[in-house]
């Protein structure tokens, strides 16, 4: 039985070949009629597009006259003064904030958005310090916390 499923697949094999052989053969034929068609009428000449040098200066003569004009830029002074004649009716140069102009730091956004979350743990922060400051008070005796008093409320005298 394995043989013979093997056969019929080999013969499969060979039919699916020689359909493939055919249709590639119908393509070539199909090709070749175009091409002869197209290549009857000689008269039709295939022009190629000229080049056109705009930064490159060509060495041989005959591309010489392909070669584009260099392209001057453009008056500016003229734009800038109308520019700047239209701008005096509507900004006034002195109401103008010199800070507004400058640049701002890369992590500005960083520090506006962060600004909000520190002020509150610095809030938590001095809470936990005064906190801990009254826990030492508590457990230290009376007569240090009246020694530190006198000691901060004493003059330094230098000898």
Not at 42 to 47: H, I, L
Not at 129 to 158: C, F, S, Y
Request: proline residues 6%.
């Amino acid at each position: 039985m394995v043989i013979m499923d093997t056969g019929e697949s080999l013969g499969s094999l060979e039919e699916q070949a020689l359909k493939r052989k055919e249709r590639l053969k119908n393509l070539k034929r199909k090709n070749q009629s175009s091409e002869n068609v197209s290549s009857d009428p000689p008269t039709e000449k295939m022009s190629l597009p000229k080049p056109k040098f705009r930064s490159y200066r060509p060495q041989d003569e005959s591309l010489l006259e392909a070669k584009l004009e260099d392209a001057l830029p453009p008056a500016v002074e003229d734009e800038v003064k109308d520019l700047l004649e239209a701008g005096k009716e509507k900004v006034v140069l002195q109401d103008l904030d010199i800070s507004s102009l400058a640049p701002r730091k890369p992590d500005w956004d960083l520090k506006r958005d962060v600004a909000k979350k520190l002020e509150k743990l610095e809030r938590r922060t001095q809470k936990a310090i005064a906190e801990l400051i009254w826990e030492r008070l508590k457990q230290g005796k009376d007569d240090n916390l009246g020694a530190m008093i006198t000691m901060t409320d004493k003059p330094a005298v230098d000898d």
